[in-house]
């Protein structure tokens, strides 16, 4: 299903082409295209409309060694349901409109991205947030 359209000559060599099919086959496959695809189909179904974005994923795992070894590093599509995103209807184009998505964050995934985050901007707002959680979190007495 997946095929590659050289622009060049030089692009259409055969081995080119096969290393470009195989590598785009296999990032689909570990990516989990597949089952990230039927859930839009029924969101398609469902709803309509169809919405989602591409993010670069780098994993990792430890092996028996306690060496660290790739897991998947490689676009991954991540599927946005209808019922978490706002735009413009009246926009001229989906590209042009503004786009609000919801997203539900853990405590621990604040701190993830207050630790990893590259702007410094982020960085504040990630720790601000994380504390500010944790305050509500005290003052609620929720257990921990």
């Not at 991540?78 to 503004?98: E, G, H, Q, Y």
Request: proline share 3%.
């Amino acid at each position: 299903w997946l095929q590659w359209e050289a622009y060049t000559k030089d692009d259409a060599a055969k081995e080119k082409v096969e290393a470009i099919e195989s590598y785009m086959s296999n990032k689909t496959r570990e990516g989990g295209f597949r089952t990230v695809t039927s859930r839009l189909l029924y969101d398609y179904i469902d709803y309509g409309n169809v919405f989602a974005t591409v993010d670069f994923e780098a994993s990792y795992r430890i092996n028996s060694l306690d060496e660290r070894v790739i897991d998947f590093i490689g676009p991954k599509v991540r599927r946005i349901s209808p019922l978490d995103i706002v735009f413009n209807p009246l926009a001229t184009s989906f590209k042009d409109s503004f786009k609000i998505v919801r997203s539900i964050k853990n405590i621990g995934e604040l701190r993830l991205m207050a630790k990893n985050e590259g702007e410094v901007d982020g960085r504040v707002g990630c720790l601000h947030l994380t504390k500010r959680y944790m305050s509500f979190k005290l003052a609620v007495n929720f257990p921990t």
